[in-house]
């Protein structure tokens, strides 16, 4: 694995023409994500977490601001494969086999799929679903698809990981599992993780820093590390102090 | 259905053997030993129109996916073709039929008709599967630096497939009525529609009907093929009717850049029109350019006459194009929605239907005569015919994608029947029925056309039979010009409408 890379957002502004107004997407959001780091974005719905990782992705336009993925402008970050990213909806392509499909970035980056096979062999075990390798999409469960969708994420050997929100459509026991894989997963490819979710007990669970954002305008409004120490046993999730964790982010978040 | 099927045929050996049409309808049996007795003279006919439509098929198929390819990759290519594609869908093909046969020579009317009657459907069959594509897998693409061209390959293509393999299914059987309606309307030797020509004078309604059964036995099996294609490919059948609308392109170009693609949109049929001709570099004498059709609609030498005779002609179509439109709209509508209340009706009808959607009309016209004489009755069925049978898909179509949570909570406050109806499933197919009423206008037109060309003698077919009987290329161009534009007008006012109900109710169009 080669050494990661880190994530610099600075200043980031970004205006929708809405109906008859502007929407003010992002105000002034400034984010520092080291090498190796894992950050969790928090905040209610409409508050631009998603938009920040599409505009650290390069799909979308800033008004004002600069994205540095390991030090280069996000499109040139992609275009040599840099970043991975999973979205909420596993995203697969119904007629492409599991291994076709965690393939797909190889593809888009134009580069030959053959060298890989054994790499996408390797992700298919990582991710638990040996097995499935020429199962389709509509075979799988929800949770199983998934986990092709993070083993799809990892393909390219990322150094940079965007999550969006990568568990949301789970149900709670799933989300658990795969917060626990996510976290093992992360920890064998130490790469930069930025993670979007809804879920506290995730953020804290996952993240060594979790950012809470708020709405109109889309804004960071507080920074809270996470100091337990790695790797986290599923025990964490019960654990008093980490209760207390995800006390202070939801009154970070609701402003109490 | 097999049973019913069966009944049928029994029910109309009886009146056929005992001759209750006026000997207008034949027994099966008299049709089969007719054909029977045909049977050295079907083949090479059954085998140029096969050509002609097939390669017709090809050729437009090829050019409707480009095209459509190219429409979703750059938006405003689109809207400046939008009404050249229009035209091409309102197009009737018996008025293409006589230029084109003007303008090209040996089979080439023929696959250029079944190649028409190909490309709308395609195309924008095309455009919907491509623009109905997983936006996240998409983003996902673009996330590993896939541009435009890489989506398209990796995601929206294959997408794409099932909306075009419908595309087909529904286009094959127009490459087949096409190329019968060219050989029909443009002479030549071999073909179902020149067989049929041949026959017209013969009153020999079993050798009619043997061709009529003929032709609609390829034009279905055409049909058939594609959906066994579809079912096989994907494991489920999908829709079985397209609706002709093109997605509206939203766009937030400056009004100078509307205006321009709107003006450029208006003129381009017209500049296609032109360019066509000076490749061909056909005689001036028969080939009319748009100006000189202007001229010819214009000048004091001709024009006095030539609006006499086309708005004569034109008072006659209209009215009846008009009524049978509305007749079979609203017949159409009355079967969809009991159908929805009596579900076993609609599973009973809905073969029948398909089998008469893909009935070439020009076969059936003659039929018709047969039974029911050379009166205004006649053109109305024709019309009705034509009108109702698409349109009745469509809405059976829409009145069954009614979502079912709405459903729900009418059926838990106790409304039912009638009143569900009323209250949730026909404003919800509402867009399903505008649909139909854009797909049946040139239809209509068409239809009442054909019935006049084969039957009543009146109107705008007539006279476009007559024109091309006196050498009268100015009113052929004239006709078709007229007539064409007469649908994109009537296109444009269903839509109008539409637009206007739909924004209010805020509903989206059907697709």
């Given at each position: 694995m080669t050494a990661p890379a880190g994530i610099a957002l600075t200043g980031l502004a970004k205006t929708y023409q809405g109906r008859g107004q502007v929407v003010e997407?992002?105000?002034?959001v400034t984010l520092t994500c080291a090498p190796g780091s894992f950050t969790a974005l928090i905040g209610p719905s409409g508050c631009g977490k998603s938009t920040v990782l599409r505009v650290a992705l390069g799909l979308e336009p800033l008004n004002a601001g600069r994205v540095l993925i390991g030090g280069q402008p996000p499109e040139q970050a992609r275009a040599v494969g840099v970043t991975g990213v999973a979205f909420?909806?596993?995203?697969?392509?119904?007629?492409?086999?599991v291994e076709r499909n965690i393939a797909l970035p190889l593809e888009a980056l134009g580069r030959d799929v053959s060298p890989h096979r054994a790499r996408i062999r390797e992700l298919i075990a990582l991710v638990g679903?040996?097995?499935?390798?020429?199962?389709?999409?509509?075979?799988?469960?929800g949770g199983m698809r998934q986990r092709v969708a993070i083993a799809r994420a990892l393909v390219t050997e990322p150094q940079v990981l965007f999550l969006d929100?990568?568990?949301?459509?789970?149900d709670q026991i799933l989300r658990r599992q795969m917060n626990i894989e996510l976290q093992r997963i992360w920890a064998e490819t130490g790469a930069t993780a930025l993670l979007v979710t809804h879920g506290i007990d995730e953020a804290v669970f996952l993240a060594d820093r979790v950012v809470v954002m708020q709405a109109r305008?889309?804004?960071?409004?507080a920074e809270i590390a996470i100091p337990f120490p790695r790797p986290?046993?599923?025990?964490l999730f019960t654990d008093p102090a980490f209760h207390q964790m995800e006390d202070r982010i939801a009154e970070a978040l609701h402003g109490a | 259905m097999g049973r019913n099927g069966l009944l049928a045929l029994l029910v109309w050996e009886v009146i056929g053997r005992l001759g209750l049409i006026h000997g207008a309808l034949p027994a099966p049996s008299a049709i089969a030993i007719k054909v029977w007795a045909d049977r050295a003279d079907y083949p090479p006919h059954v085998w140029a129109t096969l050509q002609a439509s097939g390669a017709g098929f090809a050729i437009g198929n090829l050019v409707a996916i480009l095209a459509g390819m190219a429409f979703v990759l750059f938006p405003r290519l689109m809207q400046l073709a939008r009404g050249v594609n229009i035209a091409l869908f309102a197009l009737p093909p018996l008025v293409v039929a006589p230029i084109l046969s003007l303008v090209l020579e040996g089979m080439a009317p023929r696959i250029t008709l079944a190649a028409l009657g190909v490309y709308f459907v395609t195309m924008s069959a095309t455009v919907a599967g491509l623009m109905h594509y997983d936006r996240r897998a998409a983003d996902l693409v673009a996330a590993y630096g896939g541009g435009r061209l890489a989506v398209l390959r990796l995601v929206q293509l294959r997408g794409a497939v099932p909306a075009i393999l419908s595309g087909f299914r529904v286009a094959a059987p127009n490459a087949v009525l096409g190329a019968i309606l060219a050989e029909f309307g443009g002479g030549?030797?071999?073909?179902l529609g020149a067989y049929l020509l041949g026959s017209?004078?013969?009153?020999?309604p079993a050798r009619l009907w043997g061709i009529g059964l003929c032709a609609t036995a390829i034009a279905g099996a055409s049909y058939a093929v594609f959906a066994l294609i579809s079912a096989r490919l994907l494991g489920s059948s999908r829709a079985i009717s397209l609706n002709p609308t093109l997605p509206p392109v939203a766009t937030q170009d400056p009004a100078w850049l509307r205006l321009t693609l709107g003006l450029g949109s208006a003129l381009l049929p017209f500049a296609l029109w032109w360019g066509v001709l000076a490749i061909l570099a056909a005689p001036e004498m028969i080939a009319k350019t748009p100006l000189a059709v202007a001229t010819y609609l214009t000048s004091p030498d001709t024009a006095p006459q030539a609006w006499a005779r086309l708005s004569e002609a034109l008072a006659e179509t209209l009215p009846i194009a008009g009524l049978g439109l509305i007749l079979g709209l609203g017949l159409a509508f009355a079967l969809a929605v009991s159908g929805r209340l009596m579900p076993g009706f609609t599973r009973a009808f809905l073969p029948v239907a398909l089998v008469t959607q893909t009935m070439p009309l020009v076969a059936l016209t003659p039929l018709l005569v047969l039974m029911?004489?050379?009166?205004p009755a006649l053109t109305l069925w024709v019309t009705i015919s034509v009108t109702f049978f698409p349109a009745y898909v469509l809405m059976a179509q829409g009145l069954a994608q009614v979502p079912q949570g709405a459903m729900y909570v009418a059926h838990a406050y106790g409304a039912r029947g009638w009143r569900e109806m009323r209250l949730i499933s026909i404003p919800a197919s509402l867009p399903w029925a505008f649909a139909a009423a854009r797909l049946t206008v040139p239809r209509a037109l068409l239809g009442v056309m054909i019935a006049e060309w084969l039957?009543?003698?009146?109107?705008l077919g007539a006279l476009l039979n007559q024109s091309r009987g006196y050498l009268d290329f100015g009113m052929i161009w004239s006709i078709a010009t007229l007539t064409v534009l007469l649908s994109v007008a009537l296109y444009h006012a269903v839509l109008m409408v539409e637009r206007r109900v739909l924004r209010r109710l805020g509903m989206a169009a059907a697709e």
């Open positions: 997407a992002l105000r002034d909420q909806d596993a995203a697969l392509l119904p007629w492409r086999t679903l040996k097995g499935y390798e020429t199962a389709l999409p509509g075979e799988l469960s929100e990568p568990f949301g459509a789970l305008p889309g804004r960071i409004t986290r046993a599923p025990a | 030549g030797r071999w073909g017209l004078g013969r009153a020999d029911l004489g050379r009166g039957a009543t003698g009146q109107g």
